[in-house]
């Protein structure tokens, strides 16, 4: 049972409260450097609607929950400046306090519990009241809810209703207290969109009919606009209004990992043709990779402008490379996907399986969090990858289906080790295997929240 549920807690986490800071109200601040904060009549109203929201059975597990009933939302300045000219204004009204003013951009609104979330503190390497949890693929697979919504509906036509796509992505979160949410839909959405004849085949995964092998096939990946995916734009509409400020962290395929799908015509063990194309025609595979980083710049930026508050992009294969390969046939790609997400302001998640010998490369590559494998302990990944990263991961998926008392004890290995990185999310080292029990990720998100609880500042 988690008595100390970090959801049910009270709004405030050790942060200094607006009227300290000087922050008039109606606005919250997610500077880098500085707390959100709350005017001491909306502190007020969030600590009632929080001490009296009522007690959620969760189905899974008949844990009990406290859930925030509500939030205030509020306009928000996200600033890409010195924290002395952070601006703060009620939403259409920028107050310029300084020169560097210009340099703070209205990104969208956001609520004053996404400003207080322990995921988004953690990604941005700030203090944080636990360690926030949330697991790779928890929404879909081992669910039965999951599989009851998509009967008789394909894959990636589920991913095309926003309806769906909204009850798919909430499913997890009504069982297991996690600290975000991942947008429901699949790597592949974005190449389906601008016209690739990929497929998702039951039991198999993506599969291509014309696979792309020549400089002709470029020509059948083009810009994805906006117009393309109406359903994830209005799913993410949907979700933020839902969530209730917990995070929504929106996601897209790395280039080596889209690169192999297309070129392989499916999933591939060492995906031979993929590197036989990145050796052999190094003019071809650039030419590739860079409409792939369009496509998915476009795909993050759309998510982000919905309302994503976080993004995490899956080069899940990438770990077939060699880091000299990975530094002079991917990282310029992925570089850039993480530059032109940089002004969005939302933190960037870069992850692969079996990049124990990328970390430090991946990191460069301009991503605030570097997730982890099981292969690496976290206190060695933190000496590969260089300061000023927070890190996710990275329990092993197995473990989940070991006894109770050997995922508590990894669990804490995980959560010990990850105390040495700046930030730590915890989460799996790669997504939930099918047959895991609902109950089991219920019990190992409290114990996650438990034991990683940190008192509050000025209480012994
Ligand atoms: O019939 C089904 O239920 C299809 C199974 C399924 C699901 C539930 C696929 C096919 N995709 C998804 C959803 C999905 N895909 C999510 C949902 C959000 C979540 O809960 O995390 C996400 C994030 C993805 C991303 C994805 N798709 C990745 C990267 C993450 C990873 O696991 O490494 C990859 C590699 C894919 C391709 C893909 N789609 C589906 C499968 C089975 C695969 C992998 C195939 C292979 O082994 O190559």
Redesign the pocket.
């Known amino acids: 049972m988690n008595k100390a549920s970090p959801h049910a807690e009270q709004p405030h986490s050790g942060h200094s409260p607006s009227w300290a800071s000087g922050q008039p109200a109606g606005s919250a601040c997610i500077c880098s450097n500085s707390r959100s904060s709350l005017h001491p009549v909306q502190y007020l109203v969030r600590w009632v609607i929080v001490a009296t929201s009522s007690v959620r059975r969760n189905p899974g597990t008949g844990v009990g929950r406290n859930r925030v009933a509500a939030d205030s939302g509020m306009a928000s300045q996200r600033f890409v400046g010195s924290a002395a000219a952070c601006l703060y204004a009620a939403p259409g009204r920028l107050r310029e306090t300084s020169p560097d003013a210009r340099r703070c951009e209205t990104i969208r609104d956001v609520t004053a519990r996404q400003a207080e979330s322990a995921f988004l503190q953690a990604c941005r390497r700030e203090p944080v009241p636990y360690t926030p949890v949330w697991y790779?693929?928890?929404?879909?697979?081992s669910l039965p809810e999951y599989r009851k919504v998509?009967q008789g509906v394909s894959?990636l036509d589920s991913c095309t209703r926003p309806e769906v796509i909204t009850e798919i992505t909430m499913q997890p979160l009504r069982r297991y207290d996690v600290d975000a949410a991942?947008?429901?839909?699949?790597?592949?959405v974005p190449l389906r969109a601008v016209g690739i004849d990929v497929d998702?085949e039951?039991g198999?995964?993506?599969v291509v009919d014309t696979p792309v092998r020549g400089p002709a096939d470029l020509g059948r990946l083009r810009a994805l606009e906006p117009g393309d995916v109406p359903y994830v734009t209005e799913a993410v509409q949907l979700l933020v209004a839902e969530l209730n400020g917990r995070p929504l962290i929106g996601?897209a395929?790395g280039p080596f990992?889209l690169a192999s799908y297309l070129v392989e015509g499916g999933?591939s063990k060492n995906h031979d043709r993929t590197k036989a194309l990145m050796y052999g025609d190094p003019e071809l595979w650039h030419a590739l990779l860079g409409r792939l980083a369009e496509i998915t710049i476009s795909f993050l930026h759309i998510q982000v402008t919905a309302g994503a508050s976080a993004v995490q992009l899956?080069d899940?294969?990438v770990g077939a490379v060699s880091p000299d390969d990975y530094r002079h046939a991917i990282l310029p790609h992925t570089s850039r996907i993480f530059a032109a997400l940089g002004s969005a302001g939302v933190p960037r998640i870069h992850f692969g399986?079996g990049t124990g010998e990328l970390l430090g490369l991946m990191g460069e590559a301009g991503a605030d969090v570097v997730g982890v494998d099981w292969r690496i302990p976290l206190d060695e990944a933190v000496r590969r990858v260089e300061p000023g990263k927070a890190l996710q991961g990275n329990l092993d998926p197995a473990v989940l289906l070991a006894p109770w008392e050997v995922i508590e004890q990894r669990a804490r290995e995980v959560l010990v080790r990850g105390r040495t990185a700046e930030g730590h999310v915890f989460n799996l080292g790669?997504?939930v295997l099918p047959e895991t029990d609902p109950g089991v990720l219920a019990r190992l998100t409290d114990l996650v929240h438990a034991e990683s609880i940190r008192p509050k500042p000025g209480r012994p």
């Open positions: 790779m693929r928890q929404a879909g697979r998509r894959m991942i947008l429901f839909s699949d790597i592949v998702i039951p198999v995964g993506p996601f395929g990992t999933p899956f899940s294969w399986v790669h997504g």
